[in-house]
């Protein structure tokens, strides 16, 4: 019988090849539930192995990395150093363990038991801890680092690929939704070039507390489902000042449909790999985009069509939330079209097109008002790498669907603005009170996330009046324009138009999708500050409320989350440094 080529690297791991410093295997003696190793492999008892809702212990929680394998070549080399690799999608690597003892800041009692099948229990046992922290690995799981490329900041720049980041496996809930499950920040990798492997906590902060504030705000976007921290030093340099400083390790537990992103496919297209490219692109759509054929000729033209499509759908509602995501590499934009690889984002305070979070942007690429255009930049890119599979229709076909992105974005941008207001149904107008409200909010430096949720809970009467309660501030602040009873007007006339409609209707309308709470730079930073003096309450605190982020919430007003932002905020800094 002819075994898969990574086996033998798994069962040389498996089989006592564990070294200093490498991860044991986690229920090596308990019999875990995994996945045959092979074609002929007999299957589990099902009496054991049955999927389940709620398991309490991991040891009964099937995880394998087989889908992942079975379908491409593997690196051929197996020691853990920084090199330039070919022809593979992945390099079997395996996790560092921390030397200090961890603690579990935090889990998503979500992503726990609705993804992953897990009761919330299993998190007070010491396999989880060791599990999420890179300490052990599952058994029949082969932890992987995939190979991707990627243009950075508009330049190529070559072999990039998961440089502190290990797949632990796949995972198939309940609901037969296939899940594959990420370390970040978890040790060096072959892609680690002149990087340590490591996270800092606060980086990893972000990542947890934003990764689930977007799912919760309706936005596509990778999971995470917990969130530990070391006493293991690590360095950085911030803001690439020369201050160095010492930080904690830290690791977040995250996951997706699929890492795949538009860098995938650009490392094999630059190396000229062109059958492994067809073969990880058919394995994308086939796994990822059931409505397209597997036998259909133009299946990568549907495919392109569609990434170019839910790429301008996942920009507007970035955009419809204020929401920039800070380093739009083509190595950070999913083909799924989900949100990823949260670093140096920001939600906008003041609106301003021209807001930029990232501190090492010099020339301002990413900044909120041009994410429309770097996602062309983006598929452009995607598009070069499809080339060589396409033939000379398709090649034209595609670029005329490249064009029509640009028309794509802006339908959708203008449908999720409409629904901001309130607006139903369809007029000519509605693009010019868009427009103009945006205008306004700009002049005045409104604040872009509470304008609009003001909008959502003050009365028709209030603003016919042009009589704004002080607990509206940000449109009091919008109110000082000497064209905001101009725009009030045609926003009434606008709103009169509804048909069925009635003021509580548009508030009630508003309010589910004008969130109260979004995570701002200053709360991440509070929480960050708590956090590093092992006070992680407000971690805690933000965790519950940005749940609920269009539903008002006494904790949340407490803490002052829908007030004005502290002068302080506006002099805070977030880099690429993490």
Not at 67 to 92: H, K, T
Not at 339 to 353: E, Q, V
Not at 368 to 393: E, T, W, Y
Not at 482 to 493: A, G, I, R
Request: glycine content about 6%; proline content about 5%.
């Amino acid at each position: 019988m002819r075994w898969p080529p990574w086996v033998a690297a798994w069962l040389a791991w498996a089989c006592g090849a564990c070294g200093a410093g490498r991860p044991a295997p986690l229920c090596a003696s308990r019999g875990l539930c995994r996945a045959p190793l092979g074609p002929n492999a007999s299957q589990p008892e099902p009496a054991r192995c049955q999927r389940r809702r709620g398991a309490a212990d991991l040891c009964a929680w099937p995880l394998s990395s087989e889908s992942l394998l079975d379908p491409f070549p593997i690196d051929v080399i197996q020691a853990n150093y920084v090199r330039n690799v070919r022809n593979c999608i992945f390099s079997i690597v395996y996790p560092t363990p921390f030397k200090s003892r961890v603690h579990l800041v935090a889990v998503s009692k979500e992503v726990l038991e609705n993804i992953l099948d897990l009761d919330i229990s299993v998190k007070g046992t010491s396999d989880f801890l060791q599990f999420v922290s890179g300490g052990k690995v599952m058994l029949g799981s082969v932890p992987l680092a995939h190979r991707y490329g990627g243009h950075q900041f508009g330049t190529w720049a070559g072999q990039l690929g998961d440089g502190r980041a290990h797949l632990i496996g796949v995972y198939t809930n309940r609901h037969g939704e296939r899940w594959e499950l990420q370390l970040k920040g978890s040790g060096k990798t072959p892609y680690s070039r002149n990087g340590d492997g490591r996270a800092v906590l606060r980086s990893s902060v972000r990542e947890f507390l934003c990764s689930e504030a977007m799912h919760y705000l309706g936005i596509p976007t990778s999971r995470a489902a917990s969130l530990v921290v070391s006493d293991d030093d690590v360095w950085r340099d911030q803001f690439y000042n020369g201050n160095i400083k010492k930080e904690r390790g830290a690791i977040v537990l995250r996951l997706a449909k699929s890492w795949f992103r538009i860098g995938s496919l650009e490392i094999l297209a630059h190396s000229g790999e062109l059958d492994l490219q067809r073969r990880l692109l058919d394995f994308i759509i086939q796994e990822h985009f059931p409505s397209i054929a597997m036998n259909d000729s133009n299946r990568y033209l549907e495919f392109f069509s569609t990434v170019v499509s839910e790429t301008a759908n996942l920009i507007a509602l970035w955009m419809s939330v204020g929401f920039a995501h800070g380093v739009c590499n083509t190595d950070n934009f999913s083909l799924l079209s989900i949100t990823i690889d949260y670093g140096p984002f920001g939600f906008m305070d003041s609106y301003d097109p021209n807001f930029v979070p990232n501190t090492s942007d010099d020339e301002r690429r990413y900044k909120i008002g041009n994410q429309a255009n770097v996602g062309l930049f983006n598929l452009s890119k995607l598009l070069q790498a499809l080339k060589p599979l396409l033939d000379p229709r398709q090649r034209q076909l595609a670029s005329q669907i490249l064009e029509g992105y640009g028309e794509r974005y802006y339908i959708r941008f203008t449908e999720l603005f409409k629904t901001k207001l309130g607006l139903l149904g369809e007029n000519e107008d509605d693009n010019y009170l868009i427009a103009f409200l945006l205008k306004l909010m700009e002049d005045t430096k409104a604040d872009f996330t509470m304008t609009f949720r003001q909008l959502s809970e003050i009365t028709e009467d209030q603003l016919k009046k042009l009589h704004i309660p002080e607990e509206f501030w940000a449109l009091q602040d919008l109110g000082k324009h000497k064209s905001f009873s101009e725009w009030v007007t045609m926003y009434l006339m606008r709103l009169n138009r509804n048909k069925g409609d009635s003021d509580t209707k548009r508030r009630t309308r508003m309010t589910t999708v004008n969130p109260r709470y979004v995570l701002r730079n200053w709360m991440a930073e509070s929480a960050v500050q708590k956090a590093n003096l092992n006070d992680f309450s407000e971690v805690h605190l933000l965790q519950q409320i940005l749940q609920h982020p269009f539903r008002r919430q006494q904790a949340a007003e407490k803490a002052g989350y829908s007030l004005r932002p502290p002068a302080w905020a506006k002099d805070l800094k977030v880099s690429c440094s993490s």
